[in-house]
């Protein structure tokens, strides 16, 4: 199914935007956690993006991507009105979200988008959401605003101490986690090193633990095998069985590895892509 820009806004230069895409059969029934695949052109890969928001009134949905390689730099190329060839989903399983109180809800960067969709779901459940999100820097800092307008409470940090704590999402949670014990599941939505940090630092709470995985993904139903994780030693597809898991029984070295696998292809194909736009 093709789908239509609608909104376009760019939050960080050259690096990440947010579009709003007119996909009214998949805005019915999305739910947090659920993501698409976009193909831009008859030529061009799938690509996975979590499902940042919907609007089914609209019968739109929000994406957020981070420029990576060639598919999103020529996504960044789009502008509003413009058409993409096809928008797959809703994909993978929603987030299993239950009453139970207290849910802390971590973003680092771009997973913020993501981790937004969760928390919102958390609070239309009637949980108490603490959301905890972290950036490189104040200007890097996405969905500060959309969070505030729900989340009970909102912490935040930069590496570089630029806007609010100074430090990583993961000294804030573990200090929420020692002032208030009640907390009853913690997700964390980012890039794998923070995940997996998040991951550590609830082990000794025993809080449970979700994770999204961004393995790499080809089909995203679950034919190809490319998205394959080991949680709790068991070989999962992300795309199906995911895009979340137990952070406690997730094997993140391996997914390390697995993203690190096509880099320098990657890296090729972007710089090949750049030099062609150059050229003409
Ligand atoms: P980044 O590297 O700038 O990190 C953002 C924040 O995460 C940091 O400010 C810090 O607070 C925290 N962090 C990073 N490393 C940490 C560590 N080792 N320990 C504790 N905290 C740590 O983030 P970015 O460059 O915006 O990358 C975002 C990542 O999120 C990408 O890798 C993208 O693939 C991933 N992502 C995942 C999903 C999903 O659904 N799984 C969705 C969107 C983005
Ligand atoms: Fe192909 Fe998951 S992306 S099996």
Redesign the pocket.
Known sequence: MSTTILHKKNLIPGK?SKLTLYAPEIAARARPGH?VMLRMHDKGERIP??IADIDPEKGSIVV???V?GKSTAFLESLAEGDDILDVCGPLGRPTHIEKGGTAVCVG????I??MHHIAKGHFRAGNRVVGII???SKD?LLFEKELSSFAHELLV???DGSYGRK????ELLRERLEKDMAVFEVVA??????????AETTRPFGVRTT????PVMVDGIGMCGACRVSVGGQTKFACVDG?EFDGHQVDFAELRRRLAAYRDQEKLSLDMYERRLHEN
């Open positions: 990440t993501f993006l979590t957020v991507y981070l990576v680092g960067g771009t997973g988008a993501a972290g950036a490189r890097l940090s930069t590496d430090g990583l999402v993961t939505v980012g890039p794998v090193s923070m995940m997996a940090a998040v994770v999204s995985l961004n895009p």
